[in-house]
C-alpha cells in the first residue's frame, strides 16, 4: 500500500494498472503523431485538458456541430475487423450495412478495440493502427469541409476534409448510415 493525499491509501496493483493505462494511452497518441509526421506532417493533433471521448464532450470542446466529429466504429466482419468513420450524430443502418458487407454489423468489445487499433474507445481513429485494417468513411461526413477525427486518445483530436481523411487512410467511401429527418 502507498499513501497518497487526495486519494488516501492505494493498493499497488492499481498503482501498475494506471501506469498501464497511461502507458497504453501515450503510445496510441504517439503512434498517431508518427503516422501524421510520415503521412500528413502539416496536419495538427489538437489535445484538449478536458475528454473528447464522446461526440457531445469533442463537439462541446472542438466549438463543432456533433456532425462534424468523425467518429470512428470497429467492426466485425465475419473473421476481419474493419473500420467505419462516420459523422458524430449518425447511426448505423443495420439494412444498408447488411447490403453493403453481406453481414450484420458487430461491434468490437473494449478489449478488442485495443488490441485491433491500440487505439482507447473515445480516441479511436483510422491512423498509427498497429496493423493494416480496411477502413470506410461514410458519406455523412461530406456535408462538411472539415471533420474532426479522434487521434489515438480520449482528449485529442485533429481537423482535416472528409476527402483528404478517406485519402489518407486509403478508405472506401460507403451509405451505412440511417436517414437524417
Known sequence: MLSCPS????????LFDALGTLNHHCMSLQSVRAFLAEHAPDLEIVEKSTSTATVAEA???HGVQPGQIAKTLS???KDDVV?????????????????QFKTKAKMLNGDEVAEW?????GGVCPFGLPRALRVFVDVTLKKFDVVLPAAGATNAALRIAPDRLARLVD?????????RP
Do not use: M, Y
Open 7 to 14: 486519494k488516501g491509501l492505494i493498493r499497488i496493483e492499481h
Open 59 to 61: 463537439a462541446e470542446a
Open 75 to 77: 467492426l466485425w466482419l
Open 83 to 99: 473500420l467505419v468513420v462516420l459523422g458524430g450524430d449518425a447511426k448505423i443502418d443495420n439494412q444498408k450495412f447488411k447490403a
Open 117 to 121: 487499433t491500440s487505439h482507447p474507445v
Open 171 to 179: 478508405a472506401a467511401w460507403v451509405d451505412v448510415a440511417q436517414e
